[in-house]
């Protein structure tokens, strides 16, 4: 019955986007040609030699992301590389240029060329990402880190704005103070959640489209609330990297800082175009 009603959702929130063009959604960044690695089987960031899989048709949860519908509905061999939407620089003091660079262009795109290796010449190839990540249990591993390390990182950058902070505002604001009790009360379970995450991992605000509820959770490694292996299923409208690369430039061990200074380049008007796709509006 869940499922049935994952599904519906679904079909709702794919409904709400006007179709456009990848060309459009995004502008293309030339990607490095990969190399090939040995998979880890707990934490590898590199394809592992593609098994035969029986794909269990689970519905499949549309992400909103600026990227738009049509970008991640595509068949995942054809999904471009998207250009960082601002300079490496811009988010400093907060998160520094260096970081933001190796980041961006070794970490995030190395998840992006491990995973087009990892899906080329299988069923996957022709797969949208987020049915590969509604059946991603019946993959490799590979294909779990990668994939969602390339689809996780999008929503990070695309989280931050050089001109964001402050507070959402609209029906994001009221979406908060009825699920969280106020946004300060939302802001400290977040970072309850970025801080406690054991290891690697991504802290969320996700959309619940079953019940209609916002919620906060945390996954391990690169994980994602759209994977058929979440605790919690929902549709990701906030993500917070807590991978040590993604701070420990300017901040070392100092994990709580930088969860704590990252309210200040929040991008909310992103974040509530996302809710307001996820619920069909």
Same mark, same amino acid.
């Given at each position: 019955m869940k499922y049935r009603l994952?599904?519906?959702?679904?079909? @709702?929130?794919?409904?709400?986007?006007?179709?456009?063009?990848?060309?459009q959604a995004v502008k293309v960044k030339p990607a490095k040609s990969p190399a090939a690695k040995k998979a880890d089987p707990v934490k590898s960031d590199t394809p592992a030699t593609e098994s035969k899989t029986t794909i269990n048709k689970a519905p499949v949860l549309l992400p909103a992301v600026k990227t738009g519908i049509s970008f991640w509905s595509s068949a995942s061999s054809a999904l471009p590389f998207p250009e960082l939407p601002y300079e490496y620089g811009a988010l400093e003091p907060v998160i520094d240029k260096l970081t933001v660079e190796i980041h961006y262009d070794r970490h995030h795109r190395a998840y992006y060329n491990n995973f087009m290796k990892a899906i080329a010449d299988t069923k996957m190839a022709s797969m949208p990402i987020t049915e590969i990540f509604a059946n991603i249990a019946e993959f490799p591993v590979a294909v779990?880190?990668?994939?969602? !390390?390339?689809?996780?990182?999008?929503?990070? *950058? %695309?989280?931050?704005?050089?001109?964001?902070? !402050?507070?959402?505002? !609209?029906?994001?604001?009221?979406? @908060?103070?009825?699920?969280?009790?106020?946004?300060?009360?939302?802001?400290?379970?977040?970072?309850?959640?970025?801080?406690?995450?054991?290891?690697?991992? *991504?802290? *969320?605000?996700?959309?619940?489209? /079953?019940?209609?509820?916002?919620?906060?959770?945390?996954?391990?490694?690169?994980?994602?609330?759209?994977?058929?292996?979440?605790?919690?299923?929902?549709?990701?409208?906030?993500?917070?990297?807590? *991978?040590?690369?993604?701070?420990?430039?300017?901040?070392?061990?100092?994990?709580?800082?930088?969860?704590?200074?990252?309210?200040?380049?929040?991008?909310?008007? %992103?974040?509530?175009?996302? /809710?307001?796709?996820?619920? !069909?509006?």
């Open positions: 994952f599904l519906v959702a679904a079909l @709702i929130f794919a409904a709400s986007f006007p179709d456009f063009s990848i060309a779990r880190n990668n994939g969602g !390390g390339f689809y996780n990182h999008v929503l990070y *950058w %695309e989280n931050m704005s050089p001109k964001g902070g !402050g507070e959402p505002t !609209g029906e994001l604001a009221e979406m @908060i103070k009825k699920y969280f009790g106020s946004f300060s009360a939302f802001t400290e379970k977040f970072n309850e959640a970025a801080k406690s995450r054991f290891g690697s991992g *991504w802290a *969320w605000l996700s959309y619940d489209p /079953l019940n209609g509820e916002l919620f906060v959770s945390s996954t391990a490694n690169q994980d994602n609330p759209l994977m058929q292996v979440a605790e919690r299923k929902g549709i990701p409208l906030l993500a917070l990297d807590v *991978w040590e690369h993604a701070y420990y430039l300017k901040y070392q061990n100092k994990r709580a800082d930088y969860v704590t200074e990252f309210w200040k380049m929040v991008n909310w008007p %992103e974040v509530d175009k996302r /809710l307001k796709a996820a619920v !069909g509006r």
